[in-house]
Structure formats: C-alpha cells, structure tokens
C-alpha cells in the first residue's frame, strides 16, 4: 500500500517513513508546500493529513489529488508517532 503523508515536522520524516515502512506501506512525506505538489503526490491507496501542522493551500491541493487519484483520506490534528500508527493499524485491518 503507497501512503502519502502530508503536514507534520521536519525532524519527523525519517520516523514516518519508518514507522510506514514497518506496515510493508511505501511512503512520501511532504512537510512543506513544494510548487510542483501536485505532479509529486501521484497516486496513492491512503493520504493522512496532519491538519494542525499544514496550511489551507496545501491541503486544498492534496484533497485534490486524492479525489483524482480515488485515495482514501484519514485527517488528523496530531502529527506524532502513535497518531500515524493508529492510523496504519486502522487502514491496513480494513484493507485485509
């Protein structure tokens, strides 16, 4: 399953990914709105929003892609470990 995470901290991307990668999930993290977001983002199984760390353009975009790509959004106003591993634990029981 291919995660993308949008918002969260710098100093928490590596963590991220592995904490993503622990669930065989492949994952891009984007903590800063980049100008070609859009063409990075591509088509994932699952999109997590940390909405408290994440500005209104960028999620506007990303809802976006996720609506043209048919992946499912989780939005979260936490942006730490066990919010994303809640999310995982979640997302990866319904996929099974």
């Known amino acids: 399953m291919s995660v993308v995470i949008i918002g969260g901290h710098d ?5 991220y990914e592995k904490i993503c ?12 709105m980049s100008a070609n977001l859009a063409k990075q983002i591509g ?3 699952l999109m997590v929003l940390f909405t408290n760390t994440v500005s209104h353009k960028m999620v506007r975009c990303a809802l976006e892609e ?3 790509s048919n992946a499912r ?3 979260c106003h ?3 470990k066990s919010a994303l591993t809640e999310i995982l634990e979640r997302e990866t029981a319904a996929v099974q």
């Open 11 to 15: 100093r928490m991307v590596y963590q």
């Open 21 to 32: 990668k622990g669930y065989r999930c492949s994952a891009k993290v984007f903590t800063q």
């Open 43 to 45: 088509q994932p199984d």
């Open 66 to 68: 996720a609506k043209r």
């Open 73 to 75: 959004v989780v939005r």
């Open 78 to 80: 936490t942006s730490s």
